[in-house]
């Protein structure tokens, strides 16, 4: 059965501070590797890292994908209060349990 | 271009009832997915239709089911509800011609009596 798994479940930093959010899959005929974010409702699109795009920059968020150790990071640097939110990974219709990620001021 | 809808956004039920909950999808996207949402299980995959076929399906029991329509409008049923359906319900809508990149909506908060 398809695998997603994301650590840490929950994380609290400082505004300023950098996080690196961790996401293990095992799924089977893999095409891509996507990252949500989710604060109110609505999970948003940030990322999708496939076997022609390993590394993804956007500001202060990247993605980078490791395709033979089967993991993902995605990282952010200079952490805001406007950050805090549910971060989620996911291969196609599988998703990980999310980081909750609180950024304190 | 307008964004993924879904009616109606709040719905109050009791056990026994079953209920029907709606999605629109972005306009040119014809796969819409749906999801439940609970604190304890995470995002969890229910089933997928394309061209008004199901064409994946999570591990849900029977009493969960649905349909897509020549626009591309899905519903979800749920029959037979249970305290434990109460959950938030996602739908998304995407372009499989762009990949598996999924686009949300604001989901239905479903809360069972």
């Known amino acids: 059965e398809d695998k997603v798994v994301q650590s840490p479940l929950s994380l609290v930093v400082h505004e300023g501070d950098t996080v690196t959010l961790n996401c293990s899959y095992e799924?089977?005929?893999?095409?891509?590797l996507l990252w949500y974010k989710q604060e109110k409702k609505a999970p948003t699109f940030l990322f999708m890292l496939?076997?022609?795009?390993i590394e993804k920059k956007s500001g202060r968020l990247s993605s980078i994908l490791d395709k033979k150790e089967l993991f993902s990071i995605l990282n952010i640097t200079a952490t805001q209060t406007g950050d805090s939110a549910i971060y989620l990974c996911?291969?196609?219709?599988?998703f990980g349990a999310g980081t909750r990620l609180t950024v304190k001021p | 271009k307008a964004g993924v809808t879904q009616t109606p956004r709040y719905l109050i039920k009791t056990r026994g009832q079953q209920v029907t909950l709606s999605c629109s999808p972005i306009?040119?996207?014809?796969?819409v997915s749906w999801y439940q949402q609970t604190p304890g299980q995470g995002l969890q995959f229910l089933f997928e239709?394309?061209?008004?076929?199901?064409?994946n399906k999570g591990n849900f029991p029977g009493r969960f089911s649905g349909r897509q329509f020549s626009n591309s409008r899905s519903e979800m049923n749920v029959s037979t509800l249970e305290l434990g359906d109460s959950a938030l319900y996602l739908c998304?809508?995407?372009?499989?011609?762009?990949?598996?990149?999924?686009?949300f909506g604001p989901g239905t908060r479903l809360t069972v009596l």
């Open positions: 306009s040119g996207h014809r796969s």
């Open positions: 996911a291969s196609r219709v599988r």
């Open positions: 998304a809508s995407r372009n499989r011609g762009l990949g598996d990149t999924q686009y």
């Open positions: 496939t076997s022609s795009g």
């Open positions: 799924v089977t005929n893999f095409r891509s």
């Open positions: 239709y394309f061209s008004e076929t199901q064409r």
